[in-house]
């Protein structure tokens, strides 16, 4: 997305930029990256949304359950890869977008498969009861609606750092789950808003089908999961320490912040070439 922003906005003082400038420079440096990791995803997600169609449109619960259960197995490595790419993006580790999405998958592809699968399973549900919702002779009541987009707030809220734990870090379910807690619990506020952001963009997708399938090609996965994880970064990073953790073991990941200096001189190298 060069054409959106001029190259000469992100000029280094030998440290990492901060805020909006921040923002448009991972848009800027990597949207072609997580394109073709989205298009990935969206095959890992195939069976898992062909399989909800159908069985919302022949409203049988069997079915649902069953595509979840395959299609969890498909989704959940899928999901886990999107994570690690844009996860890697926020910290500037180095490598090549295939190299390092390949190392993703088979690092994550076992322990990802059963998240995977109760993340499709509580989607699908969350899909079934909206259908059962559409199709309701009477509108539910006020307490049916509050309850519903209670439990999807907290069922967002929860993934996203559940995801974000499981692509980072070797540990238990049960620790996952208590980090995920306390994490919610310290950042409350960024957390509902990335939660309450997530489902806006999902209804939007859902109120324009089929024309909005064109935009999950371009935007589908990455985005809403780059725009909370862009926002919750910080706070991952000060309570999990990701960046101290992974230096420590992985030291060739390090990146390297050119100063003013170094970046006038590449840039006059690059156009004398």
Not at 202 to 217: A, E, G, K, T
């Amino acid at each position: 997305m060069a054409f959106l922003f001029n190259d000469d906005f992100f000029i280094s003082s030998g440290k990492r930029l901060t805020g909006f400038p921040r923002y448009k420079e991972l848009i800027d440096r990597d949207f072609k990256r997580f394109w073709i990791i989205n298009l990935f995803t969206i095959l890992g997600f195939l069976p898992f949304t062909i399989g909800v169609i159908y069985a919302l449109l022949s409203s049988s619960l069997i079915v649902l359950l069953f595509s979840c259960l395959i299609g969890g197995v498909f989704a959940g490595p899928a999901l886990s890869g999107m994570y690690d790419a844009i996860l890697r993006s926020l910290r500037d580790a180095p490598g090549t977008c295939m190299e390092n999405y390949r190392r993703a998958i088979r690092q994550n592809f076992k322990q990802s498969i059963l998240p995977g699968i109760i993340f499709c399973f509580m989607t699908g549900i969350y899909l079934f009861m909206l259908l059962l919702f559409y199709m309701a002779v009477s509108f539910p009541s006020i307490g049916t609606i509050v309850v519903y987009l209670f439990s999807l707030i907290l069922f967002t809220m929860f993934f996203v750092i559940y995801w974000s734990q499981l692509v980072l870090f070797e540990q238990t379910n049960i620790i996952r789950i208590k980090n995920c807690i306390l994490f919610i619990n310290h950042y409350f506020k960024k957390v509902l808003l990335i939660s309450v952001l997530n489902i806006f963009y999902i209804v939007l997708i859902l109120l324009f089908l089929p024309w909005s399938s064109i935009l999950i090609i371009f935007f589908g996965f990455w985005f809403p999961i780059f725009l909370s994880t862009f926002i919750l970064y910080d706070g991952l990073n000060e309570s999990f320490k990701i960046e101290e953790q992974i230096n420590a073991t992985f030291p060739e990941q390090i990146p390297y912040y050119e100063d003013d200096n170094e970046w006038l001189q590449r840039k006059e190298h690059e156009n004398t070439l």
